[in-house]
């Protein structure tokens, strides 16, 4: 897929959770732009200065692109988004990336199961993922397993909970690593990796993709190797 050069203005922008912002960006010139769902464009931060950002929106939607953008203290990418204003002008450059839904698991006769394993904003490109799944009709089981700080860091929550409705085959795994104890909570608390552990006990067919942080990240892979997972279906990106 060849790499291009974009300009575009950015439509929207909102806070998703207390340091998260949501970014969407019309593209001008060109005015489209082809992606695989799982890949990341560089989006211009300054006069010489490019981040990587993995895109939300899905493939289809080729003329605006959806991002969730974690706002770092300190930051220098993050000091500009956290005060661009709607009707900026915006760069982009991409897409690039390799993180992407393997061509097998298109396969039917291979009667494949996903596992998506997000953290923070690891979760934008397995919305991009599930999103792109969804409008092709795939119907083979999907479990998303989440992990976040606390209940305000619960991105995109009410979208998740409606895919779970629209889609029998789709469910959603909410975690949180510090919820105060005297908060109500009505989903899972700890790690994703311990979920993990005790639910995967049926490994065959089982593509799994993981996202976000370093640290999760290289937790989750040696439980998926032990549990027998193949490694060719362990696709990881790391924010």
């Known amino acids: 897929m ?10 929207s922008k909102k806070y998703i959770a207390p340091d998260t912002v949501e970014l969407k960006i019309r593209l001008v010139q060109p005015t489209e732009i082809h992606f695989t769902a799982g890949q990341f464009v560089n989006i211009q931060a300054g006069d010489k200065l490019f981040r990587p950002y993995s895109i939300a929106s899905a493939p289809s939607q080729k003329s605006e692109l959806h991002f969730a953008i974690k706002l770092v203290k300190g ?8 005060h661009i204003q709607v009707g900026s002008k915006v760069n982009v450059k991409g897409p690039f990336g390799k993180f ?6 298109d396969r039917p006769d291979r009667r494949n199961r996903f ?7 690891g979760l934008a490109p397995v919305l991009s993922q599930l999103k792109a799944l969804f409008e092709q009709k795939n119907h083979l089981p999907k479990t998303l397993y989440f992990g976040f700080y606390d209940s305000a860091r619960y991105l995109y929550r009410e ?3 409606t895919w779970e ?3 029998l085959e789709f469910r959603v795994v909410p ?12 989903g899972e608390r700890g790690f994703v990796t311990a979920l993990l552990e005790k639910d995967i006990t049926d490994v065959n067919g089982l593509d799994v993709y993981v996202c976000g942080n370093p640290l999760m990240v290289q937790a989750v892979k040696p439980i998926l190797l032990v549990k027998g997972v193949d490694p060719k279906h362990v696709h990881e990106e790391r924010f």
């Not at 060849?2 to 439509?11: R, S």
């Not at 596992?115 to 904003?121: D, E, K, W």
């Open 75 to 82: 930051g220098k990418a993050s000091a500009v988004f956290e």
């Open 100 to 105: 992407v839904v393997s061509d097998e698991a």
């Open 2 to 11: 060849t790499q291009f050069d974009y300009q575009g203005v950015l439509t």
């Open 115 to 121: 596992i998506f394993v997000a953290s923070g904003t």
């Open 159 to 161: 979208m998740l909970e």
């Open 165 to 167: 409705k629209e889609h």
């Open 175 to 186: 975690v949180v690593s510090d919820q105060p104890v005297d908060v109500p909570w009505e």
